[in-house]
């Protein structure tokens, strides 16, 4: 049975550039799989330079369990391998066939699975990596059976893609991804949609439905976990993107991984925004060449509050199912502080766009500041729909006190729950950074 969650604390940053509902096709001849895109990981290759790969072929494996493989999205030729400081893996770059090959796996009756035998098929067919956990925002430990599984089925970041209209056509592929995930969890597989916007995801079968209303970050699976069943200490739950589970849907009933997603390509310097059809680890450029005005512009991989700036010759992140381009802004703005704003977006009312809420803005890369202490109170209360206290939780992640952050909620959040605290933040501190940091620890000593 639906139920409902109403979100009341955050904003809604409206930009100019949201993608029309139009989906073109691209192609890409060079791919990469970045071991970076997963944090924590171990990498370590199973494939030398010049080895030739099909679709789900093992690149490589995390070092702590070899059952987890991270495949090939496409066929074709194993070109470079890119290192970092001390040797660490940053890009496997395969260049792509012009016909795709594919691994077969052995998914033939996979409705009977048990449930270690449907994580032995996603662990070796490269899909296990979709499936993340809570807490510390990583990849899913298989050995683990989570009290729940949730799915956030929209995204309320700024221009982000409209996942109902990108699987209008694959129920079909949900619905199998749905059977999937209950047999992984010993609870319930819940779905949340906007209130009153169930689309696809209404009739799906096997999953609480949930209906969300209110403002940014609502559509944040964290979110969601806190108002539907927090997280307590122990306790484990696992959160995959709907793309991402219906792409398993698709691989149970085919065996052929399937690595294609529906990317949104956003942002005010995007000439024409739209839906682009794409594939996992494509190079940036066959996505956005001609499609963008490159003029004083950032590229990121996501969405503006949590993306990964990228270049011309990056590759689309893992799990990113959004292009963002934006101007890049570093010039300061003369007498800017005394002119009304107009066309400044702003969380308080310091400039007169206030008085035209359904307006949409213009923003650039500036941060109008530098960083400094903690100056201010109550700014990320004001956008931090958590029952926790955010600025005592920062605090005892950067004195490193581990019974403090437990005692604050450190469990149920994830770097992106406070991206909005970032764009509020009066004092510029990247507290994405802080918190990742914080969350590291606790696994550190925690486990």
């Known amino acids: 049975m639906a139920a409902s969650v109403k979100i009341r604390k955050g904003v809604d940053i409206k930009l100019k550039g949201s993608a029309d509902q139009s989906i073109e096709a691209t192609s890409s001849t060079t791919f990469a799989v970045k071991p970076t895109d997963f944090h924590g990981l ?57 016909e795709m090959k594919y691994e ?121 976990i806190h108002h539907i069943d927090p997280i307590n200490k122990g306790e484990k739950v696992w959160v995959i993107n709907p793309q991402d589970l219906a792409a398993i849907g698709k691989f ?58 990228v270049s011309m010759e990056g590759y689309l992140g893992f799990y990113n199912h959004q292009i963002s381009v934006i101007p890049e802004d570093e010039n300061p703005e003369f007498f800017g502080w005394i002119a009304p704003g107009f066309d400044k977006f702003s969380l308080s009312r310091t400039f007169f766009s206030w008085l035209t809420p359904g307006k949409t803005y213009d923003l650039g890369t500036s941060l109008h500041g530098e960083e400094r202490a903690f100056v201010m109170s109550g700014q990320y209360e004001k956008v931090f729909p958590f029952d926790i206290y955010p600025v005592y939780l920062l605090k005892a992640m950067l004195t490193k006190d581990i019974e403090g952050m437990e005692n604050l909620g450190v469990y149920e959040v994830a770097p992106e729950d406070f991206a909005l605290c970032e764009f509020a933040c009066t004092s510029k501190i990247d507290l994405q950074d802080i918190v990742r940091s914080g969350l590291d620890l606790v696994k550190q000593e925690c486990g």
Do not use: C
């Open 42 to 98: 171990n990498p370590k290759l199973e494939l030398k330079v010049g080895a030739e790969v099909k679709v789900g072929t093992a690149l490589f494996h995390d070092k702590y369990n070899n059952n987890m493989k991270f495949v090939a999205p496409v066929s074709g030729e194993l070109v470079d391998i890119v290192r970092g400081e001390k040797r660490r893996i940053l890009e496997v770059r395969i260049l792509a066939d012009k």
């Open 104 to 224: 077969s796996f052995a998914t033939s009756g996979w409705e009977s699975f048990s449930s270690d035998q449907l994580k032995e098929v996603l662990l070796q067919s490269g899909n296990w990596p979709s499936i993340r956990q809570r807490p510390y925002d990583v990849v899913a430990d298989p050995a683990d059976t989570p009290k729940a599984i949730f799915v956030s089925a929209f995204d309320s970041a700024p221009m982000a893609p409209d996942y109902g209209f990108i699987l209008k056509d694959r129920q079909a592929d949900l619905q199998a991804g749905v059977e999937a995930m209950s047999k992984l969890t010993s609870g319930k597989v819940h779905i949340s949609t906007r209130t009153g916007d169930n689309g696809v995801f209404g009739s799906l079968k096997g999953a609480v439905l949930h209906q969300v209303s209110g403002p940014h970050p609502a559509g944040n699976v964290g979110v969601q």
């Open 252 to 309: 149970l009933k085919s065996g052929q991984f399937d690595s294609q997603r529906v990317v949104a390509l956003t942002g005010s310097k995007v000439n024409a925004p739209k839906y682009l059809s794409a594939t996992i680890g494509s190079q940036v450029e066959a996505l956005v060449s001609g499609k963008i005005d490159n003029n004083d512009a950032r590229i990121i991989s996501g969405n503006v509050l949590t993306g990964e700036r």
